[in-house]
C-alpha cells in the first residue's frame, strides 16, 4: 500500500473512531426494538434520519418496499460501491442473527469513506435491505436495478466463526398438494384415494433421496394439510418442502428431482401431484475473493484474523446470493461468540448487545470503508473483482 492510502485508511479510523459510541447507540437501540420482515419501520427511520445527518441523499421506499431505503454520495460518475445493512429481526427472538450489527457497521463505514474522501471519489451508495430472514429484500432490489452501475456490495455478518467468506447454499421451497378422492374408510373404502397416503410416500422417497444428494443439497419438508377428519378418507393433502443446494445449479437439479418423484408417487397411489413454487429463493453466494482478500487485510489490521470455511460446511443461505450474482460481493463472517454457540438462539441475541459485539462491529466498520475505499481508488482492483465474477459465472461457480 502506498504512503496516500495508508494516511487514507488512518482517516477512515479516526472517523469511525469519533462515531463509536453513536453507532453503538444506534445498534443498541434497534437490538431494543426489534421489527421482523417488512416491518421495519422504526428501524429504517432510524437509520434514515442519520443518514440524512451525515449529508446523504436518502430516498426511501425503495422498489416499492416501504422500509427500504438508498442513501447515496458522491459525484454519480465514476466508480460506485454499495454497503448493505440488514436490521429486521427473529420472530420471537428478537436480533438474534446480530442484524442490528450490520445495519450499525454499513451505516459507519458509508459515513466515514464519505468524510474520508469527499464528494470526489466516485458514488457511494448505502443500501437498506429489509427481510432477509423471511422475504428476501434483496431480491426484489435487484430486480429493481439498485445494484445497476455496481463495482462492488460490501457487508459483514456477525457469527461464531471468523471467516473471510461465506459458504452460503441456494435455496427456494416447494408446495406439493397431492388430489385424491374422498370416501368412507369402512363403508366404502375401495373409492377412496388417500391424497394423505400418497403424502406420506413421498417423505419416504425423500428420506431415501436424501442418502444421495450431493454435498451442500438438502430437502426437508412440513406437513401443511392432513385431512380434516379421521372418518374419511383424505381428498387432498399438502406438504411445504423447503431445498437447499451449494449451486444454483444443483439447487435446480434437486428441484427437478423432487417433482420427478412426486410425479411417480402420484403414478403409483392413483392420485395427482400439484407441485408449486413458493416465493423467489435465494441463489448461493458468490464470494469475491480480490475484494474478501482486501477486507480480511484490513480487518486484521484491528487484531482480528479470518479463515477460510472448514471444506464441506455450510451455513444456510441469503439473499446476498442474488446481489454476488449480479456484482462483486463480500459477505465475511466475524465471531461475536464461540462454538458450540450458534447465531437464531437467545445466547447469540445477547452476543450482539455485549461488548464483543461491538468491537466486531466497529473493525468491521473500519474494515468496510478501508475496502470501499480502494474500490473507489484503485481501477485496477475493480477490474479484477469483474473478472472474477464473470470467471465464475461462465463455470457456474
Same mark, same amino acid.
Given at each position: 500500500m502506498s504512503h496516500d492510502h495508508e494516511a487514507l485508511y488512518t482517516r477512515i479510523e479516526e472517523e469511525v473512531a469519533r462515531?463509536?459510541?453513536? *453507532?453503538? #447507540?444506534?445498534?443498541?437501540?434497534?437490538?431494543?426494538?426489534?421489527?421482523?420482515?417488512?416491518?421495519?419501520?422504526?428501524?429504517?427511520?432510524?437509520?434514515s434520519a442519520e443518514f440524512e445527518r451525515e449529508g446523504f441523499t436518502v430516498e426511501r421506499g425503495t422498489a416499492a418496499l416501504p422500509t427500504a431505503f438508498v442513501a447515496r454520495s458522491g459525484s454519480g460518475a465514476g466508480p460506485r460501491v454499495a454497503l448493505l445493512m440488514e436490521y429486521d429481526a427473529l420472530p420471537g427472538l428478537g436480533h438474534a442473527c446480530g442484524h442490528n450489527l450490520i445495519a450499525a457497521a454499513g451505516l459507519g463505514a458509508a459515513a466515514a469513506?464519505?468524510?474520508?474522501?469527499?464528494?470526489?471519489?466516485?458514488?457511494?451508495?448505502?443500501v437498506g435491505t429489509p427481510a432477509e430472514e423471511r422475504g428476501g429484500g434483496k431480491v426484489e432490489l435487484v430486480s429493481a436495478?439498485?445494484?445497476?452501475?455496481?463495482?462492488?456490495?460490501l457487508m459483514f455478518h456477525p457469527g461464531v466463526h471468523s471467516w473471510a467468506w461465506a459458504p452460503l447454499t441456494a435455496q427456494r421451497q416447494?408446495?406439493?398438494?397431492?388430489?385424491?378422492?374422498?370416501?368412507?374408510?369402512?363403508?366404502?373404502?375401495t373409492e377412496g384415494v388417500d391424497a394423505l397416503a400418497a403424502l406420506v410416500q413421498l417423505f419416504n422417497t425423500t428420506a431415501v433421496l436424501s442418502r444421495?444428494? +450431493?454435498?451442500?443439497?438438502?430437502?426437508?419438508?412440513?406437513?401443511?394439510?392432513?385431512?380434516?377428519?379421521?372418518?374419511?378418507v383424505p381428498a387432498y393433502a399438502e406438504g411445504l418442502f423447503g431445498l437447499r443446494g451449494a449451486t444454483t445449479g444443483a439447487l435446480e437439479?434437486?428441484?427437478?428431482?423432487?417433482?420427478?418423484?412426486?410425479?411417480?408417487?402420484?403414478?403409483?397411489?392413483?392420485?395427482?401431484?400439484?407441485?408449486? +413454487?413458493?416465493?423467489?429463493?435465494?441463489?448461493?453466494?458468490?464470494?469475491?475473493?480480490? *475484494?474478501?482478500?482486501?477486507?480480511?487485510?484490513?480487518?486484521?489490521?484491528?487484531?482480528?484474523?479470518?479463515?477460510? +470455511?472448514?471444506?464441506?460446511?455450510?451455513?444456510?443461505?441469503? #439473499?446476498?446470493?442474488?446481489?454476488?450474482?449480479?456484482?462483486?460481493?463480500?459477505?465475511?463472517?466475524?465471531?461475536?461468540?464461540?462454538?458450540p454457540g450458534s447465531d437464531h438462539t437467545p445466547g447469540f441475541a445477547l452476543a450482539a448487545a455485549a461488548p464483543r459485539g461491538r468491537r466486531a462491529m466497529l473493525a468491521s466498520a473500519r474494515a468496510l470503508?478501508?475496502?470501499?475505499?480502494?474500490?473507489?481508488?484503485?481501477?485496477?482492483?475493480?477490474?479484477?473483482?469483474?473478472?472474477?465474477?464473470?470467471?465464475?459465472a461462465a463455470s457456474g461457480g
Amino acid at each position: 500500500m502506498s504512503h496516500d492510502h495508508e494516511a487514507l485508511y488512518t482517516r477512515i479510523e479516526e472517523e469511525v473512531a469519533r462515531r463509536a459510541d453513536r *453507532l453503538w #447507540d444506534i445498534s443498541c437501540t434497534l437490538h431494543r426494538d426489534p421489527e421482523t420482515a417488512y416491518a421495519e419501520h422504526r428501524s429504517s427511520a432510524l437509520l434514515s434520519a442519520e443518514f440524512e445527518r451525515e449529508g446523504f441523499t436518502v430516498e426511501r421506499g425503495t422498489a416499492a418496499l416501504p422500509t427500504a431505503f438508498v442513501a447515496r454520495s458522491g459525484s454519480g460518475a465514476g466508480p460506485r460501491v454499495a454497503l448493505l445493512m440488514e436490521y429486521d429481526a427473529l420472530p420471537g427472538l428478537g436480533h438474534a442473527c446480530g442484524h442490528n450489527l450490520i445495519a450499525a457497521a454499513g451505516l459507519g463505514a458509508a459515513a466515514a469513506v464519505r468524510a474520508a474522501l469527499g464528494d470526489g471519489g466516485g458514488t457511494v451508495l448505502a443500501v437498506g435491505t429489509p427481510a432477509e430472514e423471511r422475504g428476501g429484500g434483496k431480491v426484489e432490489l435487484v430486480s429493481a436495478g439498485v445494484f445497476d452501475g455496481v463495482d462492488a456490495a460490501l457487508m459483514f455478518h456477525p457469527g461464531v466463526h471468523s471467516w473471510a467468506w461465506a459458504p452460503l447454499t441456494a435455496q427456494r421451497q416447494l408446495r406439493i398438494g397431492f388430489h385424491g378422492r374422498a370416501a368412507h374408510p369402512t363403508g366404502n373404502p375401495t373409492e377412496g384415494v388417500d391424497a394423505l397416503a400418497a403424502l406420506v410416500q413421498l417423505f419416504n422417497t425423500t428420506a431415501v433421496l436424501s442418502r444421495r444428494l +450431493p454435498a451442500g443439497s438438502h430437502v426437508q419438508g412440513i406437513v401443511t394439510d392432513g385431512g380434516e377428519s379421521t372418518n374419511v378418507v383424505p381428498a387432498y393433502a399438502e406438504g411445504l418442502f423447503g431445498l437447499r443446494g451449494a449451486t444454483t445449479g444443483a439447487l435446480e437439479d434437486l428441484a427437478a428431482e423432487l417433482e420427478s418423484c412426486a410425479q411417480g408417487v402420484a403414478k403409483a397411489t392413483g392420485t395427482k401431484a400439484e407441485v408449486t +413454487p413458493v416465493g423467489t429463493g435465494y441463489r448461493h453466494f458468490r464470494n469475491n475473493r480480490a *475484494l474478501s482478500d482486501r477486507f480480511t487485510h484490513h480487518i486484521g489490521r484491528a487484531g482480528i484474523a479470518l479463515g477460510d +470455511p472448514a471444506p464441506g460446511v455450510y451455513l444456510g443461505s441469503s #439473499d446476498i446470493g442474488d446481489v454476488s450474482h449480479r456484482v462483486p460481493a463480500i459477505h465475511p463472517f466475524v465471531a461475536i461468540m464461540d462454538e458450540p454457540g450458534s447465531d437464531h438462539t437467545p445466547g447469540f441475541a445477547l452476543a450482539a448487545a455485549a461488548p464483543r459485539g461491538r468491537r466486531a462491529m466497529l473493525a468491521s466498520a473500519r474494515a468496510l470503508a478501508c475496502t470501499a475505499a480502494d474500490v473507489l481508488l484503485d481501477p485496477a482492483l475493480k477490474e479484477t473483482a469483474w473478472a472474477q465474477l464473470r470467471s465464475q459465472a461462465a463455470s457456474g461457480g
